[in-house]
């Protein structure tokens, strides 16, 4: 139903930035909600931020409030997810995922998931 491609990792030192996109196939985008989920090796995948179909709404995990910034442009089918003030600890495989109901921050809310992108952050 949807393809969603994730692109913009990459190596950054801690305190830098980078901006993830997530491009989406389909004219079915603005019926989906998007998410951000991220996978460290040896741990579960966890949500990160999330946002409504139409964008109004915008949710995060604790741990990147104030630092990431979602957004999405459904005239474009992309999804973005600016990190500012990037830590070790957001280093992980980010993956974009696309759901059309559930909790916001569940995994099993989203049943379209990108490839995953690489974050690494140095000290």
């Known amino acids: 139903q949807v393809q969603l491609v994730e692109s913009g990792g990459g190596l950054v030192q801690a305190g830098g930035s980078l901006r993830l996109s997530c491009a989406a196939s389909?004219?079915?985008?603005?019926?989906?909600?998007m998410g951000w989920f991220r996978q460290a090796p040896g741990k579960e995948r966890e949500f990160v931020s999330s946002?409504?179909?139409?964008?109004?709404?915008?949710y995060q995990t604790d741990s990147v409030k104030g630092r990431f910034t979602i957004s999405r442009d459904n005239a474009k089918n992309t999804v973005v997810l600016q990190m500012n003030s990037l830590k070790p600890e957001d280093t992980a495989v980010y993956y974009c995922?696309?759901?059309?109901?559930?909790?916001?921050?569940?995994?099993?809310?989203?049943?379209?998931w990108g490839q995953g992108t690489q974050v690494t952050v140095s000290a």
């Open positions: 995922a696309a759901g059309i109901r559930g909790a916001y921050y569940d995994k099993k809310t989203y049943g379209y």
């Open positions: 946002i409504s179909r139409g964008g109004g709404s915008t």
């Open positions: 389909g004219r079915s985008f603005s019926d989906y909600a």
